[in-house]
């Protein structure tokens, strides 16, 4: 059977395991037209060493092309870790050019998907920060947006007069944070949720279709917001994202 082409599948935090990613891939019959979105936390970037390389070579031999947006838990790619910037889908991408399938989504640009206009806002506060660092695990200061890409997103969305079909962000806005999924070993009063109150103020001047995200580690529809974890979502060429993310599970 043919099979259709520029069909664009979502899910969220990876974690640096692909196993289902994998199994997702092989049961759709993915093709090189295909894109694959991770909403942050993808993994790939957070050792530093051969066992990033391990994982990008596994997924480079998958014929897909993977489409990642900056979580918290990772470094963000640059010309540091041997990115360059390229164009796809009307937008820029970080991409190493021996995993070519691999890509990185650039804060506040705006890609067209399906025919979708989706913008992308990665990053957000750890909130084991000090738990990492006490044991000497990863941690990046620039894992939250930073004054410069704040200003970018607002701007584009300025010329645009607040309107796109789709926000793809690795958190959510402050007002659909999902209070079940705190870890009850955290202090909320802690945490510092000035990325989510940001958006919380882009959410409420935005004109929007859906907005996924992921970093929760749960999987929940509440208004037009829809966050991923194990799940998928699914934006084909069609003019309803509700049937689109109805028809993945099929």
Known sequence: MEQAQNIVYLTGDTHGRFD?????CLLKGVTQENTFIIL???????FGDGRDTLNK???SELPITFFCIHGNHEMRPGPE?????????RGQVW???????????????????????????GGTYSVDKYYRLARGWHWWADEQPSQEIMAKVECVLSERDWRVDIVLSHTCPLRYEPVEAFLPSIDQSTVDKSTEQWLGEIERRLHYEQWYCGHYHIEKQIDKLRFLF??????????SVAEADARVSR
């Open 95 to 121: 991409v190493q050019p021996a995993y070519p399938n691999i890509m990185f989504a650039v804060d506040g640009e705006i890609y067209d998907f399906c025919g979708h206009a989706c913008l992308v806002i």
């Open 20 to 24: 289902r990613v994998i199994d997702f």
């Open 81 to 89: 870790l041997g990115y360059e910037l390229r164009h796809y889908h």
């Open 40 to 46: 942050g936390d993808a993994g790939l970037n957070y």
């Open 230 to 239: 194990n799940d998928y979502a699914l934006l084909p060429p069609i003019s």
């Open 57 to 59: 070579q596994v997924l």
